[in-house]
């Protein structure tokens, strides 16, 4: 549960309700999205504490996702924010998403849909249009390279099958992962993303590749055809 606001500076609440306090104690997992942009503040606009005014931002331009989905340029236009603050939010987003990838792109293999979508997750969510991916991988299922191949609107008509053989020809995969985002938030396939599936399985089959996976992203958790028995 978030701080409730008042008129004590920070440093005068009770150890346990101070957010960085809280996060040694407990985790970061026990803070509110209010307060660990807080931390990131370090302190509020005048007359308001960090979290009074983390907590502003985040009902007046977020949620958290829109917020830090912004480009570092028009976060620094927020209030509360400026240059400073801006670079150190967009700095630590992409950290995070370096660490969720460090594992996979260092040869981790992927042994069930979960990872792999995560991965995508973390690569292709929030994106305001349609990006599709493939995620090559070598004979133990380990990533050898991540590609955008196509953008826009992802039907049959945009995603050639035949330029992801021929990439997986140049890297020399045994495998392929390929999954792409749905802007609108909703990760349930269509059926073009079917149609796409089948086309894209018939056309690595004859190059000696496998495709494990079709993952559709979206908001929540990532859709995988594989597991619904579609590849």
Known sequence: METPTRS??????????????RLL???????????LLAIFLGSGLRGRDAVTTARDLLHEHGPLRALLERPADALAKLPGLG????????AALELGHR???????????LSDPHAAGRYFAQRLRGRPHEVFAVLFLDTRHRALAFEELFHGTIDGAHVHPR??????????????ICGHNHPSGNPEPSGSDRVITAR??????LVDVRLLDHIVIGDGTPVSLAARGWV
């Open 200 to 205: 894209l399985k018939e056309a690595l089959a």
């Open 25 to 35: 104690a407990f985790g970061a997992k026990s803070l509110s999205d209010a307060q």
């Open 99 to 109: 660490f969720l990838g460090a594992e996979l792109e260092r040869g981790a293999l």
């Open 163 to 176: 330029e992801v053989a021929r990439r997986a020809l140049a890297l020399n995969a045994a495998a392929a």
């Open 8 to 21: 004590l500076h920070i440093r005068e609440w009770p150890p346990d309700e101070r957010p960085r306090e």
């Open 83 to 90: 240059p400073a603050r801006a670079c150190r939010l967009a």
